[in-house]
């Protein structure tokens, strides 16, 4: 291997999997208590400013651990959000059933189609492990797919305190692991939290699925210090990675 690549950390969200509402905080049974013909008729603007006042109060959450503290976070988070949606009148048992379902439910999180057979093969090859601004109940997502053993560490933001691109993310990573940055890929679709990796001397690597970010990143990246890649099936092209 050139670059001597001894182990290769992911992002989690839109890297590996996605929501499979579309939206990070409306739960697959989202609709279940919430009326969507009335939350379809609220306009985009309202909507937008529930979601921004209930995330500005979750993220400053910097510390959660468990699964258990995450749910009352959210409950409260979604307290805050649909009190910003009054026509929607829900109740309390309703707002605790949707914190449940984004916190306990482990089909919230869909994964992208390659990423299975992927990971599989590079395990055979190289330590993996997830760094991701995330919560707890992440662990419980990749293992209902049987994919959280092929990660030997899995650092989650909220168990820190600190988030992406802090660069304690990937260092505990980097030690939890016994491996040195320069050999080391770190995988994300945000590029400042690539640029964060790549002042500690891990390899970077963008994740564009967009087709057309893809091509203006491309561009971009020339002499940048860091690749770009439309899905994970190109990682094993880059130069560094091949024998």
Not at 42 to 52: P, R, T, V, Y
Not at 161 to 185: F, R, S
Request: glycine share 4%; proline share 3%.
């Amino acid at each position: 291997m050139s670059a001597n690549i001894k182990a290769i950390l992911f992002d989690s969200g839109r890297v590996l999997n996605y929501p499979q509402s579309g939206n990070w905080f409306i739960t697959p049974n989202f609709f279940k208590y919430v009326d969507k013909n009335v939350f379809n008729r609220i306009s985009k603007d309202k909507k937008k400013l529930a979601f921004k006042i209930a995330y500005d109060y979750i993220s400053l959450c910097k510390s959660i651990k468990t699964q258990e503290e995450e749910y009352s976070h959210f409950v409260e988070y979604y307290n805050i959000f649909f009190n910003g949606l009054p026509e929607l009148n829900l109740n309390t048992d309703d707002v605790e059933s949707i914190a449940k379902d984004l916190v306990y439910n482990p089909e919230k999180y869909v994964f992208f189609d390659e990423v299975a057979s992927v990971i599989n093969v590079l395990s055979k090859e190289y330590k993996l492990g997830v760094v991701s601004d995330a919560w707890p109940s992440l662990n419980s997502v990749f293992e209902a797919v049987r994919l959280r053993y092929y990660f030997s560490t899995f650092i989650i933001s909220s168990m820190l305190g600190v988030t992406k691109p802090n660069i304690i993310m990937y260092q505990t990573a980097l030690d939890e692991l016994g491996v040195l940055p320069e050999n080391t890929i770190f995988i994300d679709d945000n590029l400042k939290n690539c640029i964060g990796a790549n002042k500690l001397g891990i390899h970077t690597v963008l994740l564009c699925r967009n087709k057309f970010e893809y091509v203006l990143n491309k561009v971009l990246s020339i002499r940048k210090g860091y690749d770009v890649i439309n899905n994970l099936e190109q990682l094993p092209k880059l130069k560094y990675m091949r024998n």
